[in-house]
């Protein structure tokens, strides 16, 4: 009897109704973001998205659709800039399922939003309701910014336009979270700085290594490793003259193809 009361039960459970909602994709990828859809189980789609490169969002909301449920697909299209500005004009697609527990509905029709949150690994997360303020989980376009101070530099070492320059920082923020999960904007600061302006490589380094194991879990740590490096450290990941340890790896397609026409001074 309690087994038919609870079978009757679950079948008459109500799904969540999302109705009047706005969709804004945030872009993690290191690669641009060409428009996605989100369907549920009941034959309800919505869409967003435009071009949006990495570290995109907060800027482009679509309106006003309606889904059910608590299960969704969240299909993309995405494809790597550099590629097609030779040619290649491939446009690659992504797909993946995403669960949502039951939230409430604003009663502001205004503030019904749905972000969607797009991420290195290709998973993808929901945020509902959405904040419309500029709060990146990965700040892509913050550490770019931060970059511009070290632009001579950068000059000096990397014959590239603005946009490719953008690019690379991107992917260099991508393969910090996608080995260390690093999220922390000093973190990713340093990361980059070292990654572009002192060894590519840098990662390998047996102490470096140490650092980005032991420290994944506390936001700043590695930045505070970074800024009181000592001496010998510092030349020894400048030079290269260090006996190098294994790094983490990176699936193929996870990041873009590194330029190989690209002019890297010393």
Known sequence: MCMLAATMCACGKSEPVYSGISVMGRNYLPYNLSGFTIADAFGNTASGGGDDPPGAGGGSVKCCYKL??????????????????????QMLHGETKVSMPQSQVPDNV???????????DR????????QLVDDARLPIVAVVKWMKQYQTQLDRRYDEREDQQFRRIARIVASAWLKYGLTDRDDLEQYTYFSLLMNSRFDTHPEAQRILKS???????????ALSLPDHV??????GKFVAVAAPSIADGLLPSARVDEAQHG
Do not use: C
């Open 68 to 89: 059910k449920g608590t299960e969704f697909v969240v299909k993309w299209n995405y494809y790597d800039v550099d590629q097609w500005h030779k040619g290649d004009k």
């Open 215 to 225: 420290t994944a879990s506390q936001p700043g740590a590695f930045a505070k490793w």
């Open 123 to 130: 998973h993808v997360e929901f945020q509902f309701p959405g």
């Open 110 to 120: 205004g503030s019904r939003i749905l972000e969607v949150h797009f991420f290195p």
């Open 234 to 239: 510092r030349f020894e990941v400048t030079s």
